[in-house]
């Protein structure tokens, strides 16, 4: 094993997970968990054809020539060189060795990139005067200590192992490898290979490896949630099965001692349930886990690499990086299903009559209707602050309700008890907001720009919508209505005058956009990518896929007025929808689109739909009220 060394930043990277030392002779699994050479190979022994990652515990196959043929982490040695070079910096006692003439105690005058080392002032000099010499580059060492240049530039000049007197300037892109000069006429001919200068491409790996970062955020950020969900379930099951066996109990003493056998039974059956559903949410737990595992690391290389890796050190891990970045944006939560906990007693009918059971040990499966929602309180109708005509809402990260406040040209924000909390002024009238990771507030409305606050409610930028023949739409004939986050950290929003949704990064940026069906009046994203568009007024609600393929359309579940408006999801991939026209929240499964029940009747001319943090309490916009339902437990 190595031997242990300080590490002064991005310890996590470089320490082995095996010995918890430095790295030495890094080698990178599939997953990007890096280890020494020697800790895999000992880890690895006694096994031929498979090995499994310490950390996230995945099989990957080993190499035909064994784990050595595992790829060389580059970027942990430039990591180390680095942290290596801060403390040498930094180290007012350190003699430093010339790497030229060896003398160690003179004054180190600077790092030479091509040499990679430090040197003296004498063979600073000799740089400077030996034609030689002339085509290294010196970093003054003063200003890598000051911080006026970045430690990453000590990295960028490396020299091909074929032709040592050659720096690898070049990324062959048919090859997938960096290359020097002399190796782009031998082994990488330019009539049949595709060469790019090294800083040119790095800049587009530079830019595809940060729009990954930004997806996987989006993905870090549900794993978060879907855990918190399933501790909650797992919190909820150990009470409900004490208090089913203290139901348990009392049934069982109306029926005195000849009960006393199925008593122990019942008792028995409860445990093995709790043991298995707790097995069952364990395992779910752990396989998140590992995915933030495999999320933390990916990312934390990811963002290091792009912030201060060379271009060569981005040019190596390019690949690794993406594979690995692309699967993990792409990974598809599975539900959480929260009627596991739901463990409790029913109860046989005791009477006069001497029974022999006392009832049966139930578990709820998943719910086949919606359960009961109450009206538990209103709000927003009275005073200086009410509703002049709610459209959209959405809950904050603090647990606010947002409401887009359209008559009254403002996004206002209510405490969940109903208590006024502020107001931004949104001009043109906002239909929608959202919420986004970092805590802003997204906003649409009937000019040709969305708009973004921050918590403050301080307009931090502007941008508008493109359509899907690229031309900008920042026209007067562009509205801007439907608006959602997707499970990649993107922005869609829906124009209803051209019929499309635009797709963007959080930042503003275009990234596609596609047409649909209908006016897209409001906009949802399941927990299986799918986007969901209702457009009101006797249109029903069209399903497409991540792309805008269309996939479903759904209908009213009985012959009634349907005018579908505002949309939520659950934590259960089920939609909720309000029916603006009959005054109706229906529920329907994401997955297949059948229907599953009405949550409630409650409500006048229904709009924005949100759910609580919690999930249970569902918050209904209506045009000059809010209204929460509470779900009673069964």
């Known amino acids: 094993m190595a031997e242990s060394k300080p590490t002064s930043n991005n310890k996590d990277l470089t320490e082995c997970g095996i010995c918890l030392c430095t790295i030495e002779e890094p080698k990178a699994l599939p997953c990007l968990h890096t280890f020494c050479l020697k800790c895999l190979t000992q880890w690895a022994e006694g096994k031929t054809d498979t090995i499994r990652c310490p950390i996230c515990v995945q099989d990957f196959s080993i190499p035909g020539d064994g784990v050595k043929a595992f790829r060389t982490n580059f970027f942990i040695n430039t990591l180390k060189d680095r942290q290596s070079a801060t403390e040498t ?3 007012e006692d350190y003699n430093i060795p010339c790497t030229s003439c060896g003398v160690i105690g003179s ?4 790092y030479c990139t091509t040499c990679a080392g430090f040197i003296c002032e004498l063979c600073d000099g000799m740089h400077k005067r030996m034609k030689c010499l002339n085509d290294h580059k010196v970093l003054p060492y003063e ?13 960028q000049n490396k020299k091909c192992k074929v032709h ?5 300037r070049f990324y062959c892109e048919t090859c997938g490898v960096l290359t020097c000069r002399d190796c782009t006429v031998v082994d990488h001919p330019a009539l049949s290979h595709s060469l790019v200068n090294l800083e040119s491409v790095s800049k587009g790996h530079k830019k595809d490896i940060e729009q990954l970062i930004e997806n996987c955020e989006g993905v870090k950020k549900r794993t978060e949630a879907v855990l918190k969900m399933v501790a909650n379930v797992s919190d909820q ?4 099965a004490t208090k089913a066996k203290a139901e348990i109990d009392e049934s069982f003493n109306k029926a005195l001692k000849l009960l006393e056998n199925n008593r122990d039974q019942l008792k028995r059956e ?12 364990d395992a779910q737990t752990d396989e998140i886990q590992v995915l933030q595992t495999r999320l933390q690391t990916a990312l934390q290389m990811a963002t290091e690499v792009v912030k201060t890796g060379s271009d060569y050190d981005l040019a190596l891990i390019y690949t690794s990086l993406k594979t690995n970045l692309t699967e993990l944006r792409d990974v598809k939560l599975a539900p959480v299903d929260k009627q596991k906990a ?7 009918h005791i009477g006069q009559e001497t029974t022999q059971k006392l009832g049966s040990v139930l578990v709820k499966q998943r719910k086949e209707g919606v359960g009961v929602w109450k009206l538990d309180r209103s709000f927003g109708d009275v005073g200086a602050e009410k509703l002049k005509y709610g459209r959209g809402v959405a809950i904050t990260q603090e647990g606010d309700i947002a409401v887009a406040d359209m008559a009254d040209s403002a996004v206002k924000i209510y405490k969940k008890d109903g208590q006024f909390k502020s107001s931004i002024t949104v001009p043109d009238n906002p239909w929608n907001v959202v919420v986004s990771s970092d805590g802003k507030l997204i906003v649409t409305n009937l000019s040709a720009s969305v708009s973004i606050y921050d918590g403050k409610g301080n307009q931090k930028h502007q941008f508008p919508t493109k359509s899907p023949d690229n031309v900008s739409s920042d026209t007067r004939d ?17 124009e209803t005058r051209q019929k499309y949704i635009s797709k963007h990064h959080l930042d503003g940026t275009h990234i596609t956009s596609f047409k649909v069906p209908i006016s897209p009046v409001f906009i949802t994203v399941s927990l299986d990518a799918k986007i969901f568009i209702s457009g009101g007024m006797d249109t029903d609600v069209h399903i497409l896929n991540e792309n805008g393929v269309h996939l479903q359309t759904l209908t009213a579940p009985q012959d009634s007025g349907w005018s579908p408006y505002g949309m939520c999801c659950t934590s259960t991939n089920e939609i909720y929808i309000s029916n603006t026209s009959s005054g109706v929240i229906y529920c329907y499964s994401a997955e297949t689109g059948a229907y599953i029940g009405c949550l409630t009747k409650d409500v006048s001319k229904p709009a924005g739909l949100a759910l609580m943090n919690d999930e249970n309490q569902l918050v209904v916009v209506e045009d000059y009220c809010i209204k929460i339902f509470k779900v009673q437990n069964q």
């Open 89 to 91: 910096l930094h180290s």
């Open 107 to 110: 004054k180190s005058a600077g």
């Open 143 to 155: 200003d890598l200590k000051t911080g006026k240049i970045d430690l990453k530039n000590m990295s």
């Open 164 to 168: 040592e007197d050659q720096l690898l």
């Open 237 to 240: 099951l150990n009470p409900n």
């Open 270 to 281: 409860v445990d093995k349930v709790r043991a298995v559903t707790k097995k069952q949410l």
């Open 342 to 348: 739901a463990v409790h007693f029913k109860s046989a």
């Open 478 to 494: 562009t509205t801007h209505w439907g608006l959602a986050i997707d499970n990649y950290n993107n922005l869609l929003v829906g």
